[in-house]
């Protein structure tokens, strides 16, 4: 288990139409080849992604979020882009997976605009966190302490700002989810 961290974790990676590329790929490739199990959950079968304001590839979703079941996961991924991340904030399914996470005390990861899914979902109350410093309004008036940081680790959380942050956010990510997947064993 040293060589693959994460083997038998399963990770629900939470994106839609608008997703950013880097931030939906990189983090999934760190996540699986530390022996994470992904699953690209959407409202649709395939997630169109984005380079910034251009479309880039178009992914195949292994789940609906319709018929995601949050125990079924160990940890959620958030990817950004302002586009996916503005339809997941709305979307009662996602806001109910990442409620029943967070009550579980399980992991979520959350980079760039993501954390509006958090916001909405009426999570952040009271939580330090960073995101895109667009966010940071909808953030304060959340209740939630942001923060211009690289990457916060807060409790169960842990979040980031941009593209640039991802390697500082995959290896939190991962070690947090680590932990989660210990635990999981235990019990």
């Known amino acids: 288990m040293a060589d693959l961290p994460l083997k038998g974790v399963r990770v629900a990676i939470l994106a839609m139409d608008g997703v950013e590329k880097v931030e939906l790929t990189l983090p999934r490739l760190s996540l699986e080849e530390a022996g994470a199990d992904t699953v690209l959950i959407s409202d649709r079968s395939h997630v169109q992604s984005m380079k910034h304001d251009e479309k880039d590839d178009l992914f195949a979703a292994d789940m609906l979020l319709k018929d995601a079941q949050p125990e079924e996961f160990d940890a959620v991924m958030l990817p950004g882009g302002a586009l996916s991340a503005d339809k997941l904030r709305m979307d009662t399914d996602a806001r109910d997976i990442v409620q029943q996470i967070d009550a579980a005390g399980k992991p979520i990861a959350a980079i760039c605009h993501a954390p509006w899914l958090l916001v909405s979902a009426k999570l952040v109350k009271g939580r330090r966190l960073t995101s895109y410093y ?12 942001w923060e211009d940081e ?23 990510m991962k070690l947090l989810f680590a932990k989660a997947g210990s635990r999981a064993l235990e019990g």
């Open 134 to 145: 667009t966010l940071q309004d909808d953030i304060r008036c959340a209740g939630g302490q």
């Open 150 to 172: 690289e990457v916060i680790v807060d409790k169960n959380w842990v979040t980031s700002r941009k593209p640039d942050d991802i390697p500082a956010f995959n290896r939190e």
